[in-house]
């Protein structure tokens, strides 16, 4: 006769487990990177898609306050503003009434044969009418005032300055890097919308 362990029941049952959880022979480990590829792209293109709609949002609010404060930007090509503003800053400011303006404002004041020129106000005096100011300025670089006084009704005065972008915003400007934003910008919302295969995802 043979002897049956009194534990059999529970070697039979381990056996059995053992058989249902053993891999197949010759087979060889399912490989996970392709799931994992897909979720680090997913995570890349969502986090794409947040930067873009963070960069239509602030367009929006700039369109907005353009119309409805007068606010605009201004690029700063040399360091006459230095150290104040460097070259390369990009300030944005906002246009007031001339009768607004004291000593120490940073302003930028249109010229009608020339460039606008954005300097420090060093004296405001009453102009030829009510609501004209003489305003006298200089660079904060610069060791003497402007060559001549400005008569102004409207100036733009400077809210803050960001250094270091205005060579990115004037790249911007130009219709092939435009072009090339705009057609990246539709492929990413295209692709991030593109119906998926669900079916063979599961199935994998």
């Known amino acids: 006769m043979r002897a049956v362990p009194p534990d059999g029941r529970a070697a039979s049952s381990a056996t059995r487990r053992e058989r249902r959880t ?3 022979r010759g087979s060889e480990p399912v490989s996970r990177s392709p799931r994992q590829g897909a979720r680090v792209g997913g995570a890349v293109g969502e986090a794409l898609l947040w930067v873009a ?4 949002l602030v367009c929006i609010i700039l369109v907005i306050l353009a119309v409805t404060a007068n606010i605009t930007l201004i690029m700063f090509r040399t360091g006459s503003m230095s150290p104040t503003i460097s070259a390369g800053s990009v300030a944005v400011v906002q246009e007031v009434a001339a009768a607004e303006i ?3 404002d940073v302003v930028t004041v249109d010229r009608p044969d020339d460039l606008p020129v954005t300097h420090r106000v060093t004296s405001v005096d009453d102009g030829a009418s009510d609501d004209a100011r003489v305003i006298t300025m200089r660079g904060d670089a610069n060791d003497v005032d402007d060559p001549y006084p400005y008569e102004v009704t ?3 005065i400077v809210l803050f300055a960001v250094p270091g972008i205005a060579p990115v915003i004037a790249a911007m ?3 092939l890097i435009l072009g090339g934003i ?3 910008a539709t492929l990413l919302v295209v692709w991030a919308f593109w119906p998926r295969d669900r079916g063979r995802g599961e199935a994998a």
């Not at 709609?53 to 239509?56: Q, V």
């Open 102 to 104: 004291d000593v120490g």
């Open 154 to 156: 409207t100036v733009r």
């Open 182 to 184: 705009t057609i990246a």
């Open 173 to 175: 400007s130009n219709p």
């Open 22 to 24: 053993a891999p197949a």
């Open 53 to 56: 709609a963070a960069a239509g």
